[in-house]
């Protein structure tokens, strides 16, 4: 599918990446749509691909790392080579389910490393300091983490709980903090809900006692944020 991997031509249009629609027909969002479905339908499908090409998981694997390079290369901008990130996520989803197929070879081993890559970015980064840049990063990291099985994200957390607990923490904080800029008001916006999305994914498995206790940490400090904003405001409002 040459629309994964071939140069943006759109230039500065903030469409080229939140459309999802580098062509006119947007055809590297329907070609990663048609991965998944030959994923995810049937097994025989599935088996089809491996047939045609044995090394298909880690050919998905390497092209993975290149749009998350160019994910990287972005930054927080709109445009740029590489295509929108669910495209992306719904590629690491098509690379999940490969894994899983007893033709994938090291497919426990694949998925570990792709795992502990979004997991090392959260922990890199929490003693960093509170901006835009941050949050987009935690952000990017925790939808990424969404897309994973509950039970290989539940394994993963309870070896790094960190990561967790600087998500929980970090959406929390945003709370009661001013804002240097417009842009970290929206990464924080967007972590908020990155948060629970990757909440969402994992107790879908198990709710196991880090997941209830970030749910419980967050129920607790929207219910004191909305508690603050009703007592200071009219009585009438």
């Not at 249009?13 to 062509?23: K, L, N, P, V």
């Not at 880090?210 to 749910?215: D, G, K, L």
Request: charged share 20%; aromatic share 6%.
């Amino acid at each position: 599918i040459p629309e994964l991997v071939a140069e943006s031509t759109l230039s500065s249009s903030r469409y080229d990446i939140r459309g999802a629609m580098r062509g006119p027909g947007g055809e590297d969002h329907v070609g990663i749509l048609a991965l998944m479905r030959m994923s995810e339908e049937s097994d025989n499908l599935t088996h089809a691909m491996f047939e045609v090409q044995p090394a298909i998981l880690n050919d998905f694997v390497e092209l993975h790392a290149r749009l998350k390079a160019a994910e990287a290369s972005r930054g927080l901008r709109d445009w740029g080579t590489g295509v929108c990130p669910v495209s992306r996520r719904i590629l690491l989803r098509v690379i999940c389910r490969l894994s899983k197929f007893p033709g994938a070879g090291q497919g426990h081993a694949v998925m570990e490393q792709l795992v502990n890559a979004p997991l090392r970015e959260i922990t890199s980064r929490k003693q960093s300091p509170y901006c835009a840049e941050r949050l987009y990063n935690f952000t990017e990291s925790s939808y990424d983490l969404a897309y994973f099985s509950p039970e290989l994200l539940s394994n993963a957390l309870s070896t790094v709980p960190e990561a967790l607990e600087a998500v929980t923490m970090t959406v929390i904080e945003g709370y009661s903090r001013p804002f240097s800029d417009e842009q970290a008001t929206i990464q924080w916006a967007r972590l908020r809900g990155a948060a629970y999305t990757m909440l969402r994914t994992l107790v879908t498995g198990d709710m196991s006692d880090i997941a209830a206790r970030a749910i419980g940490a967050l129920i607790k400090a929207e219910c004191q944020v909305a508690t603050a904003h009703f007592d200071v405001s009219p009585s009438d409002s």
